[in-house]
């Protein structure tokens, strides 16, 4: 019903930035908020930006003033710069909204959805 698509990882060196982006479609009918979390190897999936539908954000501690949520809300997408990047970055990052859908039979709220994950890899 509802597809996220991810996009923008890759291999980058220490100090280097990257742009992910995360574009949903399907039978939307209205999206609350939208985040992106990683999951880094022995660790929990954990939340690293979020943006609501009138666009306050959050961040954990370890990426304010580094990373940057925004979002598109004619194209239904999420974006996250992420600039000064340091090797503890390295994660699988995932994309997530929260939102209201069709279902082809009424409207349903309350529904959350992921990406299948992009990797983000700080080497040198």
């Not at 979002?71 to 974006?79: C, F, G, L, P, Q």
């Amino acid at each position: 019903q509802v597809q996220l698509v991810e996009s923008g990882g890759g291999l980058v060196q220490p100090g280097g930035s990257l742009i992910l982006s995360c574009a949903a479609s399907g039978s939307i009918v209205s999206i609350n908020a939208m985040g992106w979390y990683l999951h880094a190897p022995v660790k929990d999936r954990e939340l690293v930006a979020a943006i609501t539908s009138g666009g306050s954000t959050n961040y954990v501690d370890s990426v304010k003033g580094r990373f940057t949520i925004s979002r598109d809300n004619a194209k239904n997408t999420v974006y996250l710069q992420m600039s000064s990047l340091k090797p503890e970055d390295t994660a699988v990052y995932y994309c997530n909204i929260q939102c209201s859908n069709y279902n082809g039979h009424r409207i349903e709220g309350g529904k959350t959805y992921w990406g299948k994950g992009t990797l983000v890899t700080v080497s040198s």
